[in-house]
């Protein structure tokens, strides 16, 4: 927690808006989609869902392959505080939504599925959109799966596996994706390796997503080596997430920018 405070007090100090902001592409995005106060017809479908499982008090036993929980002392764990403390949170959710909205995507990939909150915010950012999630624990995946059936997002397919087998076994040449939202195993060694494997999926307007950069040094050390990676152009830092561009037509910049 201490050293959360001190990266988002650093954060606060080095953030700007879209004022500081001369990146056309940038500046675009941040006014059209991450400051759109507008409300969408979807949000209430977003809120029903979060409803769902706030209002479910059931238990299941979790499966953790990440770098573990640091509010759940136990692997049996209630639906409803899951929904809670460990899922995104409806701001996130609804920017999530508008990112998705924004950029089009034709193939989404998320890494880390839990309950399904930021799923729904992707399906429903673009229904014609193809989203594979990857959940490691079954029970969770279940969970998932039945309030997806239950909310009609017939456009995801929910895959159970441990996350580095199924990105080594990706068959990349078929398949782009156009926007990864990274929401797993919080530690560098992962985030990185994950990186590497899906460097060959990007095309030029690939949107990578990384969730929880600041979580702790290690998180934050593996967001410096991604930023300087030859093939990253652009890249955007909400304090809560990385956002990565590939878009060689750019220089190289970085950007922290309060949303």
Request: net charge positive; hydrophobic share 35%; proline share 3%.
């Amino acid at each position: 927690m201490q050293h959360q405070i001190k990266s988002y007090l650093k954060f606060l100090w080095n953030s700007k808006n879209e004022h500081g902001v001369h990146s056309p592409f940038v500046f675009s995005l941040l006014t059209k989609c991450f400051y759109d106060k507008k409300s969408k017809p979807e949000y209430s479908t977003l809120n029903n869902y979060r409803k769902s499982f706030l209002e479910n008090k059931n238990f299941i036993n979790v499966t953790d392959f990440g770098a573990g929980s640091k509010v759940f002392k136990s692997n049996k764990r209630q639906i409803s505080k899951i929904a809670k403390t460990a899922g995104i949170s409806k701001k996130r959710a609804e920017l999530l939504f508008r990112v998705t909205n924004y950029f089009e995507p034709k193939n989404i990939l998320e890494i880390g599925t839990s309950l399904g909150l930021a799923t729904s915010a992707l399906a429903l950012g673009n229904p014609k959109a193809k989203v594979i999630t990857l959940e490691g624990c079954p029970q969770t995946a279940n969970q998932c799966q039945l309030q997806l059936q239950r909310f009609n997002f017939n456009n995801v397919e929910n895959v159970i596996s441990e996350f580095e087998l199924y990105l080594n076994n990706l068959k990349s040449e078929t398949l782009n994706f156009e926007l990864i939202y990274f929401d797993g195993n919080h530690s560098e060694k992962a985030t990185l390796a994950y990186f590497e494997l899906l460097l060959p999926t990007i095309d030029n307007d690939s949107v990578w997503i990384f969730d929880d950069i600041h979580w702790s040094s290690e998180m934050e050390e593996a967001w410096e080596i991604i930023k300087k990676h030859p093939k990253v152009k652009v890249t955007i830092d909400t304090f809560q997430w990385g956002f990565v561009f590939f878009r060689r037509e750019q220089e190289k910049e970085h950007f922290i920018i309060r949303a």
